[in-house]
């Protein structure tokens, strides 16, 4: 059985940037045909999807995000990571990775617990 | 972008009420819908995918229907384990997007 678990610093200072890494374990992140993503959620709001890599290391991301984003994957300790540059208060969130695929590339169907950040100085 | 419209944005039923939450899409997205229950300080949970497949393990009192851009969500028979925001989201174009969320609280 697949588990994620998002890892990294709990607060960053605005204009700084956010690094999280998403450690997979009981899989290898580089079998199968899976989208690895971001998702985030700022507390009492709704999801907002961040982006994507594939398998392949092909990526996806939100035009809203995507000149700030960037997403990668490590398959030597089996991570993907996700760097945000340039922090506000507004990217304060709880964020998420998640997996989709094979069959279903845009349905999650295994999560992280949730990693919050808060940016603030 | 594809916005997704929840309706309502909270609600209030009684055990073994029928509940029914309404997702629209702002186009066509076929039947690349999915619904997730998100419970108080977890990660959301997928329910139902291609807007009516009931996850594997997932119980059959949840159901999804529609296509196109208008899609609804029911849980037939409520329970107490079912208080949480559920939330539409779609998969057919990037971005995915989801709905605002409908809260779900029994009365």
């Known amino acids: 059985q697949v588990q994620l678990q998002e890892s990294g610093p709990g607060l960053v200072k605005p204009s700084q940037t956010l690094s999280l890494t998403c450690t997979v374990s009981?899989?290898?992140?580089?079998?199968?045909?899976?989208?690895w993503s971001w998702i985030r959620q700022p507390a009492g709001k709704g999801l907002e999807w961040i982006g994507r890599?594939?398998?392949?290391?092909?990526?996806n991301y939100n035009p809203s995000l995507k000149s700030r984003v960037t997403i990668s994957v490590d398959t030597s300790t089996n991570q993907f990571s996700l760097n945000l540059i340039s922090v506000t208060a507004a990217d304060t969130a709880v964020y998420y990775c998640?997996?989709?695929?094979?069959?279903?590339?845009?349905?999650?169907?295994?999560w992280g617990q949730g990693t919050l950040v808060t940016v603030s100085s | 972008d594809i916005q997704m419209t929840q309706s309502p944005s909270s609600l209030s039923a009684s055990v073994g009420d029928r509940v029914t939450i309404t997702c629209q899409a702002s186009?066509?997205?076929?039947?690349?819908l999915n619904w997730y229950q998100q419970k108080l300080g977890k990660a959301p949970k997928v329910l139902i995918y291609?807007?009516?497949n009931l996850e594997t393990g997932v119980p059959s009192r949840f159901s999804g229907s529609g296509s196109g851009t208008d899609f609804t969500f029911t849980i037939s028979s409520l329970q107490p384990e079912d208080i949480a925001t559920y939330y539409c989201?779609?998969?057919?174009?990037?971005?995915?997007?989801f709905g605002q969320g409908t809260k779900l609280e029994i009365k």
């Open positions: 890599i594939y398998t392949s290391g092909s990526t």
């Open positions: 989201q779609q998969n057919d174009n990037l971005p995915l997007s």
């Open positions: 998640a997996r989709a695929g094979p069959s279903r590339s845009g349905t999650y169907s295994r």
């Open positions: 009981g899989g290898s992140i580089s079998s199968g045909s899976y989208y």
């Open positions: 291609d807007a009516s």
């Open positions: 186009q066509d997205i076929s039947n690349y």
